[in-house]
């Protein structure tokens, strides 16, 4: 009698040897690579093994479709609250009215600070083309006087342009309206001056006091932005 070897290992069912365990770290890596993840597996290693099996190339086709779902999904409705919060919008912004008579008022100076300059100019006219306007004084220094009037008009009509200015040419208008006026007085005094032709020095005052407004308010405006950290271009 003759007794049948035992046939070694599983060799019996080959398709279905460790098949579970074989194909568990090709889906793994296939799953690693739809979400852009590392894998230890080759890509071709993988690529050839999703060719030769069927279950894992179907298993890799559903994970693929539910993936492609979940991202593709569409965005819960939300209601459209537009008209409700223009609704609880003020009809007007807080400080809008005192941003707008702060405009005015900075306008206002502007356009005081352009006419000084203006006028300025027509004082210094008459002394640049034929030396009058300036008394007794000789010729050159009637030119000279009207040097000064004009380099003060370009002054004035510079800081009214461009307000950012104004605290740069502070220093030279002070210095020079202080001198005047102290001189000026003095002539007066002694008789060395006539005092309509002292009058007309308080265009100069005026453009003075125009001018450090202007410089103020430019400075108070630039703290209030920075209390509020609000970025201050120089």
């Known amino acids: 009698m003759t007794t049948a070897m035992p046939t070694p290992g599983n060799r019996g069912h080959p ?118 306007g300036a008394m007794s004084a000789p010729v050159h220094m009637a030119h000279e006087t009207g040097a000064w009037n004009l380099g003060l008009a370009v002054a004035f009509l510079a800081c009214a342009a461009a307000p950012r200015l104004a605290p740069g040419a502070l220093p030279f208008l002070v210095t020079f309206t202080l001198v005047l006026t102290v001189t000026t007085v003095a002539d007066l005094e002694s008789g060395h001056v006539h005092a309509d032709r002292a009058v007309g020095h308080l265009l100069l005052l005026v453009g003075l006091l125009l001018t450090a407004t202007l410089a103020w308010r430019g400075r108070r405006r630039r703290s209030a932005r920075a209390a509020a950290g609000v970025r201050v271009l120089a």
Do not use: K, N, Y
Request: net charge neutral; with cysteine.
């Open 15 to 132: 398709g279905a040897d460790h098949h579970t365990m074989h194909c568990e770290r090709f889906r793994e890596a296939a799953s690693a690579r739809m979400d852009g993840e590392g894998s230890p597996v080759p890509e071709a290693a993988l690529d050839a093994h999703l060719d030769g099996c069927a279950a894992c190339a179907a298993w890799a086709a559903t994970a693929a479709a539910v993936t492609r779902r979940a991202r593709l999904a569409p965005a819960p409705a939300v209601p459209d609250l537009t008209a409700t919060v223009l609704a609880a919008l003020p009809d007007r912004l807080p400080g809008a009215a005192a941003a707008a008579r702060s405009r005015l008022v900075t306008t206002a100076l502007r356009l005081a600070l352009l006419a000084v300059g203006v006028a300025q100019i027509g004082l210094a006219t008459p002394s640049l083309l034929d030396g009058a």
